[in-house]
């Protein structure tokens, strides 16, 4: 299995945060600490500007789903003990990552979630979210 980089462990550092302030209403509140690369300032090359571009947008998009990912968890609840099989996460977030961002969004449900393979040609797979998240 890859290793975790670095910043996708902060990413799920943070995502834990969030998680525990998971309310009634099911919803997440958005993070208020832009992420490193919001901060950085003396990087003014038009290179470092592209990249430093390209982190912040791949960051938000893993902040994002990273919400509706623990939003998705948490409104299954304890009932169905935080579980959903491949085509139930397929169907909910399918049509909403675009197929270049689908490895980044994989290695966040990974990071969320362990996967417990089917016991059988008819039963699917399921996907769990891991107690720190809920």
Not at 48 to 70: C, D, I, W
Not at 82 to 97: M, P, S
Not at 104 to 131: M, N
Request: aromatic share 8%; glycine share 8%; charged share 25%.
């Amino acid at each position: 299995a890859p290793k975790e980089s670095p910043a996708t462990a902060s990413l799920l550092a943070g995502l834990k945060k969030l998680s525990q302030t998971l309310g009634a209403t099911g919803t997440v509140a958005a993070p208020s600490e832009p992420p490193p690369s919001q901060r950085q300032t003396s990087n003014t090359s038009e290179e470092s500007r592209g990249e430093e571009a390209e982190e912040v947008k791949t960051h938000s998009f893993e902040m994002e789903k990273g919400r509706e990912l623990l939003e998705f968890f948490h409104g299954l609840g304890a009932d169905k003990n935080y579980t959903a099989t491949t085509g139930e996460v397929l169907e909910e977030f399918g049509a909403r990552v675009p197929s270049f961002q689908k490895a980044v969004f994989k290695q966040l449900l990974k990071g969320l979630c362990t996967f417990h393979k089917s016991t059988g040609p008819t039963v699917p797979g399921r996907w769990i979210l891991k107690e720190d998240y809920r």
